[in-house]
């Protein structure tokens, strides 16, 4: 599929590929498993930014998943390209560069973009791939200011193209189930989160210290899967928020962004939320207090095993490849509903933007602040 | 030992305590245990307030305890009187009311009076059992206002004798080996911790939802744990605290103390300390997250048995009766030192009656305030 003009063109050739017969799924498509009905379509995904987590997660996912494949790669450094393109056997027609990254518009074999660079430039690459027709991925945070994450919501509703946030948790089994085992209220009514990702950064040069690139600390980085958990878990959108800075033992390192953050959002339904993030603590931990039990997930983030257990005894459910289920996930809904799903698509990314933005806001004026 | 008119003159008494024959000594103590040297010595304590606690716990410890015994009690209540005076076999001359209680001072078997009444009823009973010459332990929260605890302190002096608050944890082994593996810095530096303690409460008449009787909530009644363990852990004293209370979706349960308060505290070392009480979630935690590993205590503050865990394995130590080991380890340091250990004497108490009211005017005010 190539450069759906259109949302429904982009149903109309799905629902093409769907009629395929079923020699040719069979053919085309080795790695199908239960669940999955791809068709015998394969997305084909270009990944924008060849660092670490492009590398060493969505490229090994890459090679696992049934409906999508790694059909591209973008890159400002031509070693990267050398190495990638020899490592996935990649067409030189499928390598680009940051200049000439516009003309992936042409390629009939890019459906999805995924960016995967620094915070600051995910807006410009998001609305490009936009501009080129395509859908698009875009790693988490999704922009480093409110306003641009709306730039980029409305950019990819004009271009009729859906935008999608690399929530990976949504995915992931012990995830999936603490949400449903909410949403049912088995443990009754959630009356409190405590939930708090930290870990102990290195290289102190790395663009995730600089402010202007990352737009923030570990907040940013991490802290936001602390805040993702908070609604998931609640079902609820937060309506007050505030924060702290924690004290900064290393000026050196932290000139720039926070070493350390807490902070406290109030729910609807009476939940109190207490998250932290930090650069120089290791820990990653869910717990929810509720009226008839309780559930944690520690580790609860990471790409992990997660473990879980909860007031009815432990969870146990299988391990997966974080950035492979979520994928699939991401693809089956394209091909099937032409949508992201609702969990990770634009809107939830700019949801937690604001929130991100507002306890930034609330640390820093040590004012309680309204959410709306 | 009767009205020691100053703690030289206990200190002698207990000097001549220990010399009593190996033959008296088995046959006064029939449960010495390795490790407290008695000298043969009971001490006798005084119970004052025969209500939950008083009953189930301290009683109950007493009948264990080597080197101290249920020498009297003090209530309000006559049925309570004729009750335990049946069961501890106690004469009428042990057994005092709340306006006769003065005459405790003649009662030569009473050594320390232990106040167990609601908390502002402590600092009357402190003072009178002061002015009677005995030592006094008391119940946590020692006062309901920092004035008061002051006052404590300083009549405790100024008669000469000890004043303990009732801290269990620092006798309890999991606890005790916590605090010994951050003294050590066996997990390198403590830079975070995490500490809740919350309970539904039951009956909605009782004393501990009155601000009056109770000074506060949750905080003061299980919150004061979470506080005690970041100054036990950290070994420091926090330098600022900030302080949010929860929502109240209960507002006739809770008209009067708060349903639910978070806080967080900084250290001097560079330690962030987010807390959490509440009477309307079940939870107990204490995670201590440091540069070069973990530990957890789950359950970490009620009667037992606590768990624990840390990065270098699971906590494997002997389960205790709390109240047991703490009257045990505070008669040994009397008989021993003729001083309350100093972990929890009026001093102690009185450092988490500041950090408590500070906490409290914080979520009042929304300031994050200094701590002196």
Redesign the interface.
């Known amino acids: 599929m190539s450069q759906p003009s259109s949302r429904r063109q982009f149903l109309q050739q799905v629902g093409g590929g769907i009629a395929v017969s079923l020699a040719a799924l069979s053919a085309n498509n080795k790695h199908a498993k239960p669940g999955y009905n791809t068709g015998g379509k394969k997305l084909g995904v270009a990944l924008v930014g060849l660092g670490s987590y492009a590398k060493n997660q969505l490229a090994v996912a890459l090679e696992k998943t049934s409906n999508c494949y790694l059909a591209a790669i973008v890159t400002g450094t031509p070693s990267k390209a050398d190495e990638w393109s020899k490592k996935y056997n990649l067409d030189k027609k499928n390598i680009y560069n940051y200049q000439n990254f516009d003309s992936i518009a042409d390629n009939k074999n890019v459906d999805i973009v995924y960016v995967v660079l620094p915070n600051s430039m995910h807006k410009e690459f998001v609305l490009r791939a936009a501009k080129a027709g395509k859908h698009v991925m875009c790693e988490k945070p999704m922009a480093t200011s409110v306003q641009d994450a709306i730039d980029m919501v409305s950019a990819c509703r004009a271009a009729g193209v859906q935008l999608g946030i690399g929530y990976r948790m949504h995915f992931e089994p012990f995830t999936k189930e603490i949400i449903r085992m909410c949403r049912q209220k088995e443990i009754g009514d959630v ?2 989160i ?1 939930t ?1 990702f ?1 870990f ?1 950064i290195g290289d102190p040069t790395q663009w995730r210290l600089k402010k202007d690139m990352a737009g923030g600390g570990p907040l940013m980085d991490v802290g936001i899967y602390c805040v993702q958990a908070a609604r998931y878990v609640t079902g609820e959108e937060p309506v007050s928020v ?1 924060a ?1 800075y ?2 900064v ?1 290393e000026p050196s390192v932290f000139k720039d962004v926070e070493q ?1 953050v ?1 902070w ?1 959002l ?1 729910f609807p339904g ?1 939940a ?1 939320v ?1 998250g ?1 993030s ?1 650069y ?4 990653e ?1 869910l ?1 929810v ?1 509720a ?1 008839k039990g ?1 559930l944690q997930l520690s580790p609860a983030y990471s790409y992990g095993p997660i473990k879980g257990s909860s007031s009815k005894g432990p969870l146990q459910l299988p391990v997966v490849h974080h950035q492979t289920v979520m994928l699939e996930g991401i693809c089956d809904a394209l091909l099937t509903s032409g949508t992201m799903p609702a969990h990770c698509n634009g809107e939830e990314g700019l949801r937690d933007m604001k929130i991100l933005m507002a306890i930034y806001e609330a640390a820093a004026s ?3 602040l309204p959410l709306v």
């Open positions: 009356k409190f405590q708090n930290g102990t505030t702290q924690g004290p033992t350390s807490s406290q109030e009476g109190t207490n932290f930090s120089r603590s290791n820990i931990q717990y207090s009226t309780w040590g004012k309680k």
